[in-house]
């Protein structure tokens, strides 16, 4: 949104705390995601999302996941990894290293900024669509997600 500098634009504000959250992971190399959407974050929900993610990788590959230090990326009795899955930990307080975050920020810019939603459905519904209209853009998913340390290549 412009504005001129030192002012503050008018924007909609909702004081409601209705919340739904979007566990999402992306291949760059083959343009693909794997998402779900959680009425809270947990080890438990993101065990679904790993079981989510693990549907996806192609039966011949395995998938590497970037994860930072959250509390439910953390392995232990309550996070299932699937076998086709190994999960890269990031160094604490180093966000720019996950490719994921950047889609955070697209997707906040473009898809849920200066909205109010009317209820938790209707959060849901916009994360859904937010996430499939991502997943219909191979060129910017790649643009996004793409690292070039972090590519392997056989």
């Known amino acids: 949104m412009w504005a001129p500098i030192g002012s503050r634009p008018a924007a909609v504000r909702d004081n ?5 959250y979007l566990f999402g992971a ?16 947990s080890s438990e929900a993101m065990s679904v999302h790993l079981a989510e993610i693990s549907r996806s ?16 990326h953390q392995t232990g009795q309550r996070l299932t990894v699937p076998s086709n899955i190994t999960l890269l930990r990031l160094p604490p307080y180093a966000p720019e290293l996950n490719p994921i975050e950047n889609v955070w920020q697209y997707l906040r810019a473009n898809q849920f900024s200066m909205i109010v939603w009317d209820g938790y459905d209707a959060v849901v519904d916009a ?11 191979q060129e910017r998913i790649v643009s996004i997600t793409t690292r070039n340390w972090a590519q392997v290549r056989t």
């Open 127 to 137: 994360c859904c669509k937010a996430w499939n209209w991502l997943m219909n853009d």
């Open 57 to 72: 990788v192609r039966p011949d590959a395995h998938a590497v996941l970037v994860c930072d230090g959250a509390g439910w």
């Open 16 to 20: 409601r705390h209705e919340s739904a």
């Open 26 to 41: 992306i291949c760059p190399d083959r343009a693909v995601g794997a998402a779900i959407v959680m009425p809270r974050v």
